[in-house]
DNA sequence: TGACCATCTGGCACTCGGTGTCAATGAGGC
DNA sequence: GCCTCATTGACACCGAGTGCCAGATGGTCA
């Protein structure tokens, strides 16, 4: 790994780090790029050389978790029920993104609090969906071409959308309840013949 | 009615019929405020003084519509399947909002291709939720203050969930294919055993 | 009719997020 | 040492959105 690589990753995690602080202590809204900058040590150019907006600097490695989702997808029994497989392919990828407990429910009630960030956070489902979608196509034998099969989509996307329901009731309720608990019961009240 | 309102009622009307116009013409990320308030023959001050935002031209109107389905669902049989009360409250609320079925394509096919109305369709939509989750809570004999029971929740967002599915899957038809029955195969692949 | 108040309006300046451009700097390979 | 290329900071620019203020206009009361 070059110098440049190197380099690149410390000023990524350094940017990541410093934003995260000023968004916790200060809020999301109330801190500017310029302020992100100035604490990191960089212009404000050179921010959005690493990070697209100032969203993804919260949100960005939800895209790289969607492709672990489809991976996990992909590896559950072929005959398994797509819903069951759905829940079983979310159960398995655990946020381990987080430093610790109370940084990842911190992040959650700031999603959730902050309408750009949670408009931004249902645009990375969408992404998700697009993602998961074709697996579930395939197991449901569906024709590929087929625009007005909704039914993969259907059930994806309210897969996710429970998932964020829950998410968003283990932030009201502070950690006290596990979210995969929240999340089962999520699931089953929309699908109800499963676990 | 005083003249007052019926000359900003006027230019309300005047607003919205040219700002559509520009979008459905340019697109609606190449159409600035500036060049609506020129075509519009007002100030790029008093835009903002009748929408707050340039999204907000196109779904200003869907919170009016979501107590709509709000007053169709409290109507409802009281005990209905909340699955189906909320499907037939959703059923029931057709789109009387659009001039001619061309227009509300375009419409449609211009907010899932925008991600900016994407995403501000989305947070109407959790407006929505939060509108019609009390009354399926009340019907749930779930505890109002417990925040722990997303079933209602979860439920209500999962049905909306459909509902975009379906509209986007109409889009994508080309409205060859009528809205509703998108949404019903869409709602019978999630919620198996109903209609 | 004239005075007075509320409302609406346009114009200006400003903040903030985000982008294009360009010159300077420093690493990597020859 | 030299050439190339990625990275950086600085500057200018754009569009969305807000606060402020002076002026115009409608509504009301005397």
Redesign the pocket.
């Known amino acids: 790994m ?4 190197r ?2 990753n410390a ?1 990524y995690g350094e940017i990541t780090r410093t934003s995260m602080e000023l968004f916790l202590t200060r809020g999301f ?1 109330a ?4 302020d992100i900058a100035a604490a990191a ?6 921010f ?3 990070f ?4 993804d600097v919260v949100l960005g490695d939800l895209a790289t978790r969607g492709d672990l989702i489809r991976q996990a997808l992909e590896a559950r029994p072929d005959g398994e029920d797509p819903w069951d497989a759905l829940c079983a392919a979310l159960h398995s990828v655990k946020d381990a993104a987080y430093g610790s407990d109370e940084e990842m429910l911190a992040v959650f009630k700031m999603v959730h609090q902050t309408p750009s960030l949670r408009a931004r956070s249902i645009e990375k489902h969408l992404q998700w969906q697009a993602m998961l979608t074709p697996e579930i196509r395939r197991r449901l034998g569906a024709d590929p071409s087929d625009p007005l099969d909704v039914r993969a989509e259907a059930l994806v996307a309210s897969v996710l959308t429970c998932l964020d329901v829950a998410g968003e009731a283990w932030g009201r309720a502070d950690g006290k309840v596990p979210l995969e608990d929240l999340f089962d019961a999520a699931a089953a009240a929309v699908h109800g013949g499963s676990s």
């Open positions: 070059s110098l440049w690589s380099t690149r000023v809204d801190t500017t790029i310029d040590g960089i212009s404000r150019r050179s959005f050389r690493y697209g907006t100032k969203e």
